[in-house]
């Protein structure tokens, strides 16, 4: 091994002494006396081989990562006490003992049995894996054995890392993870003492062909980037806790030389089986050829007003009051697509399940067929549990796995409120739109308007401008009576009927009227006959 430009002796006394003398050095450093930058860090030329990768072990995380963690580096894992550090270093270590290698958990902050009881929750068995604790013994609390003449730094962070390394040596692991930096930190004194001691715990693990993993859990008063600028990579969770509902939390990886990762922030969730990563959706990456087909509704008059049905990779967004018929005319295509033998999936917000049958069989729509033969496949979203990553996730599982052709949203309110805190919700709706697009699926949205009736009714999510073809429903009163309307208003790239239709709900289904010629302000809510005057604004 190569240390500041002097050949060191690759012998385990040598190389404990030199940690040990690492972490106790406390002037200025002498340029030969060690070096920030390890020959293994260097790039390497076109020569050498592809470098090998280790899977971390966590859903989703790889992709994030690029393909996951270069072997023989050292990386920092940072995030507040609960955010799954822990979580993410036991699955490490877990996926590298399924593949045979030696592992090591060296634990200075949780004992044994806690650890084991992390594991358990999660349905682990942690065979397998050797932990090692560096806790301090009871004696340590008695008054005779606290430090008087040294600082703690001068005994026991020497200890406690000769009893590490020697483990290293004896086990010869080729994963390690580090739990945690805070107690090397406290016992190290200053910052100074304690980069170095980090930089010797680098240099000793270079070339023994073993991945480590230090774990971080923020608790110093002042956050220092000096383990940041030593790690090979840098992951970072984060954990936000809304007024209502569960923990959001959300991962970011802030560094990784030599690699081509995911940028930007990526939802993950904790539950039994460890914790899962849900990568944020870039909509360019799954780009497809794709031929425009058009997609039939199964209702002549209402093909008629959207020039022939729906086309493959298209949206649309059915807009109007609560309870003018927005989600029924969604599955009413979810259903004739069904009957073709293709695939549909609706995530719905604001109803239930059952209510969604029943209401659909009140009306001859008979959804029970269909989803017992998975035709149609109903997920019914709870809003306060559900982040955008996990929603992506279930969209983009129904298009890959299930080659579902007909998507519903129901409703674009639901979805807001599922994330109030979102300040970019309508760019990740493009970029879901995008994305099925690609892929074929006709994206069908509900948008309910504020209010019932008039001509000042505004929307939650302004989508329109987003979606491919817009279907308006609006009430109106017509000799004492609430009558609905349908219109298409908006319809890109193809042609379509103008006018507005009497729409109606009955028990034989949907039903659309002739076009209403002979009233006018029909969307204003209160109608007038064609031949009436026009009322006096003073």
């Not at 004194?189 to 480590?212: D, E």
């Not at 948008?447 to 939650?460: D, E, F, P, R, Y």
Request: proline share 5%; glycine share 10%.
């Amino acid at each position: 091994m190569v240390a500041g430009g002097q050949t060191v002796a690759q012998t385990p006394k040598s190389v404990v002494q030199a940690c040990i003398t690492a972490g106790k050095v406390d002037g200025p450093s002498q340029p030969n006396q060690r070096t920030e930058q390890h020959v293994a860090d260097l790039p390497s030329s076109s020569a050498d081989p592809v470098e090998a990768m280790a899977q971390i072990g966590v859903p989703g995380l790889d992709d994030v990562l690029g393909g996951g963690l270069t072997v023989n580096r050292l990386y920092l894992l940072e995030g507040a006490p609960g955010a799954g550090k822990t979580t993410i270093a036991m699955q490490f270590l877990l996926e590298g003992a399924r593949h045979g290698e030696s592992v090591l958990y060296v634990t200075l902050s949780e004992t044994a049995n806690e650890l084991a009881g992390v594991a358990r929750s999660h349905g682990w068995d942690l065979q397998g894996v050797h932990v090692r604790e560096m806790l301090p013994n009871n004696d340590a609390l008695e008054p005779e054995e606290q430090y008087t003449m040294f600082h703690p730094s001068e005994v026991e962070l020497s200890e406690t890392t000769l009893k590490i390394l020697a483990d290293v040596e004896l086990l010869r692991p080729q994963r390690v993870v580090f739990d945690s930096l805070s107690e090397l930190r406290l016992l190290a004194g200053n910052s100074l003492r304690y980069r170095r001691q980090i930089l010797a715990l680098k240099q000793f693990f270079a070339g023994r062909n073993c991945t480590v993993l230090l774990l971080d859990d923020m608790t110093a008063m002042e956050h220092d980037l000096q383990v940041q600028s030593i790690s090979h990579a840098v992951i970072r969770l984060d954990q936000h806790n809304s007024d209502f509902g569960s923990t959001r939390r959300r991962l970011l990886v802030t560094k990784y030389r030599g690699r081509q990762f995911r940028t930007g922030y990526h939802d993950y969730t904790i539950g039994r089986g460890g914790l899962r990563v849900y990568p944020r959706l870039v909509a360019a990456e799954h780009h497809k050829p794709l031929e425009q087909v058009r997609m039939p509704s199964g209702l002549p008059a209402l093909d008629a007003l959207l020039g022939g049905g729906i086309e493959r990779g298209t949206s649309t967004l059915f807009v109007g009051a609560p309870g003018t018929g927005k989600s029924t005319l969604g599955v009413q295509f979810a259903l004739a697509a069904a009957r073709r033998g293709e695939c549909s999936a609706l995530f719905i917000f604001d109803e239930s399940v059952n209510t969604l049958r029943t209401r659909s069989a009140g009306m001859g729509m008979e959804l029970g067929p269909f989803i017992d033969q998975g035709l149609i496949r109903v997920r019914q979203v709870d809003p306060a549990e559900l982040s955008p990553g996990e929603f992506v996730h279930l969209v983009r599982e129904a298009v890959t796995e299930h080659q579902a052709k007909v998507l519903l949203i129901d409703s674009l309110n639901g979805y807001l409120n599922a994330m109030p805190d979102e300040h970019f919700l309508i760019v990740q709706l493009h970029e879901l739109l995008t994305y099925l697009g690609q892929h074929g699926v006709a994206t069908l949205m509900v948008g309910a308007h504020h209010g019932l009736i008039g001509g000042n009714m505004t929307a939650a999510v302004d989508a329109s401008y987003l979606a491919d073809a817009v279907v308006l429903l609006r009430y109106f009163e017509l000799a004492g009576e609430v009558r609905q309307a349908i219109s298409v208003v908006k319809k890109r790239g193809g042609h379509h009927e103008r006018t507005i239709r009497d729409f109606s709900l009955t028990e034989t289904g949907i039903h659309i009227g002739e076009p209403l010629r002979n009233f006018r302000g029909i969307l204003t809510g209160v109608p007038l006959p064609v031949d009436a005057p026009a009322s006096n604004p003073s």
